[in-house]
Antibody, heavy 119, light 107 residues
Framework: DVQLVQSGAEVKKPGESLKISCEAS????????IGWVRQKPGKALEWMGM????????RYSPSLEGQVTMSADKAITTAYLQWSNLKASDTAMYFC????????????WGHGTMVTVSS | DIQMTQSPASLSAAVGDRVNITCRAS??????LNWYHQKLGKAPRLLIH???SLQSGVPLRFSGSGSGTDFTLTISSLQPEDFGTYYC?????????FGQGTTVDIK
């Protein structure tokens, strides 16, 4: 079975750093882009960007560039999303998802990681 | 960025009703349009990709149509498990923007 398993919920203070993970299994990790999607409480889905694990080619949404960093470790088939300076406005559910080769839709999703940033 | 506009924002329909949700792109996206269904607190599920291709395992009552800038998701006979929010997404170019969502509740 193709699966993406995300790390658990996090509660952080403004200014702190954080790295969340998305472990893939059941398919060739290096042959599919992995995307990240943000969903703030009660709001719509927001595309953040994506990474190609084979060479770590990365595309970011212009609205988020510089605010987050995406990375991947091929050896352990895991993608990461990290922040160096969290803000209260980063409070959201974060989903990772696999990109299908034809057309680019997200066909398999992680269960989501809830990040709460509060003083 | 390409803006994706869904209508209506919400709707109520009875079990068995035919439901249409539309999505308009701010510029042409060919057939690079996908539809997802999300239930509260859960990850979205891919329903339709490439504007009209039914994802494996998705019931045949779901269908998609359109190309260019105007697209439609149709549920031919609404079932109780179809409540939730539906999103369109363009994958023509980055950023791969989503629509604002259409919430469907069951009368």
């Amino acid at each position: 079975d193709v699966q993406l398993v995300q790390s658990g919920a996090e509660v952080k203070k403004p200014g702190e750093s954080l790295k969340i993970s998305c472990e893939a299994s059941g398919y060739s990790f290096t042959e599919h882009w992995i995307g990240w999607v943000r969903q703030k409480p009660g709001k719509a889905l927001e595309w953040m960007g994506m990474i190609y694990p084979d060479d770590s080619d990365t595309r970011y949404s212009p609205s988020l560039e510089g605010q987050v960093t995406m990375s991947a470790d091929k050896a352990i088939t895991t993608a990461y999303l990290q922040w160096s300076n969290l803000k209260a406005s980063d409070t959201a559910m974060y989903f990772c998802a696999r990109v299908i080769a034809a057309g680019g839709a997200f066909d398999v999703w992680g269960h989501g990681t809830m990040v709460t940033v509060s003083s | 960025d390409i803006q994706m506009t869904q209508s209506p924002a919400s709707l109520s329909a009875a079990v068995g009703d035919r439901v249409n949700i539309t999505c308009r792109a701010s510029q042409t996206i060919s057939s690079f349009l996908n539809w997802y269904h999300q239930k509260l607190g859960k990850a979205p599920r891919l329903l339709i990709h490439g504007a009209s291709s039914l994802q494996s395992g998705v019931p045949l009552r779901f269908s998609g149509s359109g190309s260019g800038t105007d697209f439609t998701l149709t549920i031919s006979s609404l079932q109780p498990e179809d409540f939730g929010t539906y999103y369109c997404q363009q994958t023509y170019t980055t950023p791969r923007t989503f629509g604002q969502g259409t919430t469907v509740d069951i009368k």
